[in-house]
């Protein structure tokens, strides 16, 4: 009976491990999308408030998307990457097999979604097992933005953008007030960022003022008087060419910051147009210092496998 059951563990891992294998594989080009995600890489992103323990749980495994400490060990599936890790799994398998009873697992929840504190092996066996749910002890951190449980960790990064989008607006008024719905960012914070700048710009006019002005005639002359003319020169110049994967308005916040240097350096007189060809310089030597330690790196890598094969004869 024991050598039957050690048996079917064995080819209960085996499975699970050509699973991850396969998955790898299929997403050869994009090994992100089939990589479990890090709590701490979520907790970084959506930065939540307090931690509330929650106690004893009935959780949806399919609600549980990544881990604590070991999202390298296990796919986006909880598939076992790692022959390492076959004699904790197939001893958790057994006990599945055998009916023997398991300590409940410990889990963050986070977004709507859930983070392996402990119990990793039992998630991955429970899910290959096809098992529904599982007991926990859940520690829930407070967070507003809500979370997709199929998502990647690039989708999620999305959704809270998309989250910080509708807040800023909300908050601000800011489409209604300058007619411009297409303030859009490729990485997470910018928003603040802006919220920041208009803050700024509403000080440095009531400067010259008896009487403050609102905050809604300061968020129109920061887009009219600030942003456009930014936007216009970067378009001018064709700037965003060489940015192919960042939006109109990273590409402001980058270009702000590199003429406020400039102008630190040279004096306030220094005009948008100098700075944009300043920075187009700038990006031409990065872009060619780039270009040449890849060529480098690829001429010692022949060197290298060369030398080797040479040694080998």
């Given at each position: 009976?024991?050598?039957?059951?050690s048996?079917?563990?064995?080819?209960?891992?085996?499975?699970?491990?050509?699973?991850?294998?396969?998955?790898?594989?299929?997403?050869?080009?994009?090994p992100?999308?089939?990589a479990l995600?890090s709590?701490?890489?979520i907790?970084?992103?959506?930065?939540?408030?307090?931690?509330v323990?929650?106690?004893?749980?009935i959780?949806?495994?399919?609600?549980?998307?990544?881990?604590?400490?070991?999202?390298q060990?296990?796919?986006?599936?909880?598939?076992?990457?790692s022959?390492?890790?076959?004699?904790?799994?197939?001893?958790?398998d057994?006990?599945h097999i055998?009916?023997?009873?398991l300590?409940?697992?410990?889990?963050?929840?986070?977004?709507?979604?859930?983070?392996?504190?402990d119990?990793?092996h039992?998630?991955?066996?429970?899910?290959?097992?096809?098992?529904?749910?599982?007991d926990?002890?859940?520690?829930?951190?407070?967070?507003e933005?809500k979370?997709?449980?199929?998502s990647?960790?690039?989708?999620?990064?999305?959704q809270?953008?998309?989250?910080?989008k509708?807040?800023?607006y909300?908050?601000?008024?800011?489409?209604?007030?300058t007619?411009?719905?297409?303030?859009?960012f490729?990485?997470?914070?910018?928003?603040?960022v802006?919220?920041?700048?208009?803050i700024?710009?509403?000080?440095?006019?009531?400067?010259?003022?008896?009487?403050?002005?609102?905050?809604?005639?300061?968020?129109?002359?920061?887009?009219?008087?600030?942003y456009?003319?930014v936007?216009?020169?970067?378009?001018?110049?064709?700037?965003?060419?060489?940015?192919?994967?960042?939006t109109?308005s990273?590409?402001?916040?980058?270009f702000?910051?590199?003429?406020?240097?400039?102008?630190?350096?040279?004096?306030?007189?220094?005009?948008?147009?100098?700075?944009?060809?300043?920075?187009?310089?700038e990006?031409?030597?990065?872009?060619l210092?780039?270009?040449?330690?890849?060529?480098?790196?690829?001429?010692?890598?022949?060197?290298?496998?060369?030398a080797?094969?040479?040694?080998?004869?």
């Amino acid at each position: 009976m024991q050598t039957l059951v050690s048996s079917q563990t064995d080819e209960d891992f085996n499975k699970a491990h050509t699973k991850a294998l396969v998955n790898e594989i299929q997403h050869i080009l994009k090994p992100d999308e089939a990589a479990l995600i890090s709590f701490s890489d979520i907790k970084k992103l959506l930065k939540p408030k307090n931690e509330v323990y929650k106690g004893m749980q009935i959780v949806p495994i399919r609600l549980i998307v990544g881990s604590e400490g070991r999202f390298q060990d296990f796919d986006n599936q909880f598939f076992p990457k790692s022959k390492f890790l076959k004699t904790r799994w197939e001893h958790i398998d057994m006990a599945h097999i055998q009916d023997v009873p398991l300590p409940p697992i410990s889990l963050y929840e986070v977004g709507g979604v859930y983070f392996v504190r402990d119990g990793n092996h039992r998630v991955s066996v429970a899910k290959s097992r096809g098992v529904e749910n599982i007991d926990a002890e859940v520690v829930s951190l407070q967070s507003e933005i809500k979370l997709k449980p199929s998502s990647t960790k690039e989708e999620m990064v999305k959704q809270v953008i998309t989250y910080e989008k509708r807040v800023f607006y909300t908050e601000t008024n800011f489409g209604d007030i300058t007619d411009f719905w297409c303030l859009d960012f490729s990485t997470p914070g910018q928003y603040d960022v802006i919220y920041n700048h208009i803050i700024f710009h509403k000080y440095y006019i009531n400067m010259d003022k008896t009487e403050e002005i609102p905050f809604e005639e300061a968020v129109l002359s920061w887009f009219r008087n600030v942003y456009m003319p930014v936007i216009q020169t970067i378009d001018r110049h064709h700037i965003m060419r060489s940015f192919k994967k960042s939006t109109k308005s990273d590409l402001y916040i980058y270009f702000i910051k590199y003429w406020d240097e400039l102008k630190q350096k040279f004096g306030n007189d220094f005009s948008l147009d100098k700075a944009a060809e300043d920075f187009k310089t700038e990006q031409r030597k990065h872009t060619l210092l780039g270009k040449l330690k890849n060529r480098l790196a690829k001429w010692h890598m022949k060197r290298q496998t060369a030398a080797e094969q040479t040694a080998q004869n």
